[in-house]
């Protein structure tokens, strides 16, 4: 038996679910690296926007979590050429909306402008993905989507800003036992 083929008969009887799981267990598992498709001036473009829509505060922003490269990654790996582009050519409407409100591109703009010439685009997007899936702005929607998994995967997303109670947590050898108490679950 192939390696694919036992993954994917492990996947079935655990009942996996993952964005992408589709092109995984369909054997279209892509094993090109993020820097063969997104250049580094890509992912640190995802990581201003991505610290735009979530930046540092008194907690980590999107950019501590390196939210840029997890953009790049799983876009590779689990997005179609056509998402991709998808991806690339969101890379290029944002310069272009920042050069026509700004004269300069997304990268020269400073905090407070990136966050005025996003805010609108967000909204927008919002609005027409909840009318029609194909929407003008899907590159956005993807972008904001894939923002928040990857911060809210990474260790400082789940650490410092989410709740975080370590499972299986510290061992406790001796804890009392109460008859007909119920078992814990964790």
Known sequence: MKRRDILQHIAILTGASVLGADRFLGGAWNRTFAAEIFSAADIAFFDEVAETILP???????????????????????????????????????????????????????????????????????????????????????????????FFTSELGATKVLRYVPTPGKYEGCIPYEKGAKSWAK
């Not at 582009?85 to 890379?91: E, F, M, T, V, Y």
């Not at 919002?126 to 990857?150: I, N």
């Open 56 to 150: 540092r505060t008194t907690t980590p922003g999107a950019k501590d979590a390196k939210v840029g490269a997890f953009i790049a990654s799983y876009a590779t790996q689990c997005y179609d050429e056509d998402d991709q582009q998808l991806l690339k050519k969101g890379i290029e409407a944002l310069n272009l909306a920042s050069k026509t409100a700004y004269n300069k591109p997304f990268l020269g703009l400073d905090a407070a402008q990136r966050q005025a010439l996003l805010t609108p685009i967000a909204n927008t997007a919002r609005r027409q993905s909840q009318e029609d899936e194909a929407h003008s702005l899907a590159y956005f929607t993807r972008l904001h989507q894939l923002t928040m998994v990857g």
